[in-house]
């Protein structure tokens, strides 16, 4: 298998110089022509992101904008790009190394007129890199600056590093902090599991909770704390877990706005990021709460919603990703109580009143278990 992930890293690689190369070879090639050099990009905003039937996520549409050396910005724009592939074509692909986003930011003060004025400029442009090329930044050998998302349960695995391959079971070889997911889960082979489904965390307290209580074990579940809004490479990891074996995934997060976001993310795709929903995306997933109608029901501990949350929620409202029946009644019931909750926010009924009631009953709700 190692001399397998070895010649799949080769063929990626020359996949990104050569598209890489490809555009860079499509702007000097207006220039030599006497056409003004651009590029078309979608515009990615709320307004321009429309539902595949085909992969049955939320993708970009057909509004663009175009870069192009028409203005100075655009010139100095399309010069920062030329710069960025250079050096990614001839240090990161030719010579196997890799470099984070906040490196790169630093990297360009050696380009003069070419160099960033702030990180989010440089960030931007990979993600451009990403859609012109229509590959994943991984392909370039960028990485983000942190990472720290993990998972448990039992699943064993085969990762290439470069200090060569590990074999790990997710359960039995590491602590109770779970395995670190990397940055490129492309090198990860799936070489067994006991899995029934996939539970996808927010918080780092309930998935301490859930290890603790041994949820894992009893439900042969994997457990996945998202750390937040989750990194691209644990949506890219779940997505292949659920793809490959064929394992449900499910969603539990805190009871807010900005929650239901991450749950978006995770099956539907972040709209920043829609040019690779296709790659990252699981519409499969299921939403298991906390559900407004669980505040109700349960009678859960709560927090005032803020001025921030009302307004988000009402945007959620206009959001393609939240335009079910399901989705609606419940917003609408939290804008009429005006309450939020914490997952923790269960722990005021017994510490495994989470594991042994909530869970349980809402997972065979669904039809998971």
Known sequence: MAGKLSEQKKEHDGLAKNRLLGMAERLYTQFVEGAVPSVSLPTRTKKNIEYCNDSDVWVYGDRETERSAK??????????????VDFIVNNHLGQNRGSTLRELY??????????????PESDRLIEDL???????????????????????????????????DR???????????????P???????????????????????????????????KYNAILVHLKGQPARSTRRLIKRMNDELNIPVT??????????????????????SAHLSEHMATPGAHFIGVQPSDIVEYELSTDKLTDKDVSALRSELTDPRFESEYWKEQINLQLDIGKKAEQQAFAGKGLDFVTDTY??????????I
């Open 106 to 119: 630093y990297i360009s003060e050696n380009w003069d007129i070419a160099k960033f004025r702030e990180q």
């Open 71 to 84: 203005t100075v910005k655009g010139a100095f724009q399309l010069l920062k790009t030329t710069h960025v």
């Open 251 to 272: 969603v539990f997060t805190d009871g807010d706005p900005w929650s239901y976001r991450i749950f978006a993310s995770v099956a539907y795709g972040a709209i920043k």
């Open 183 to 217: 940055f490129n889960v492309e090198n990860i082979e799936f070489l067994e599991h006991d899995a029934d489904f996939i539970i996808a965390v927010e918080t780092g307290g309930m998935y301490a909770r859930l290890i603790e209580n041994g949820f894992d074990e």
């Open 167 to 181: 074999m790990i079971h997710c359960q039995e070889d590491i602590g109770e902090s779970g395995y670190q997911i």
């Open 130 to 164: 990403e859609i012109i090329s229509g590959l994943q930044r991984e392909y370039f050998h960028m990485r983000p600056e942190e990472d720290g998302a993990t998972m448990f349960g039992p699943i064993k695995i085969r990762e290439e590093t470069n200090r060569g």
């Open 359 to 368: 869970l349980p009953d809402r997972l065979a709700a669904l039809g998971v």
